[in-house]
């Protein structure tokens, strides 16, 4: 039931009413949401494989480990991933 009040609804809704469908800030805004939404359910259904990717880079800049060599930095970012 979620699913039906969410951006799909939303969407029907802006075409039934004619609301905010001229507003380009408004329909970027509700564009990106979308995209976001997509990809947050496309990467669950995928164990949230490229979320886990992200933070695995994020953990090796956090680190300062960006100073090393590459392909130590690779070293470093496939011992996160593996976790």
Not at 16 to 29: A, P, T
Not at 62 to 74: G, I, K, M, N
Request: aromatic share 20%; proline share 2%.
């Amino acid at each position: 039931m979620e699913f039906l009040g969410g951006w799909p609804t939303a969407f029907l809704a802006q075409q039934v009413f004619r609301h905010k469908i001229r507003k380009l800030n408004y329909q970027i805004i509700f564009w990106l949401i979308v995209v976001c939404h997509l990809w947050l359910a496309f990467d669950s259904f995928l164990g949230w494989r490229y979320s886990r990717l992200g933070y695995a880079w994020l953990q090796v800049l956090a680190t300062h480990e960006a100073e090393r060599p590459v392909s130590e930095q690779f070293a470093i970012f496939q011992s996160y991933c593996v976790k």
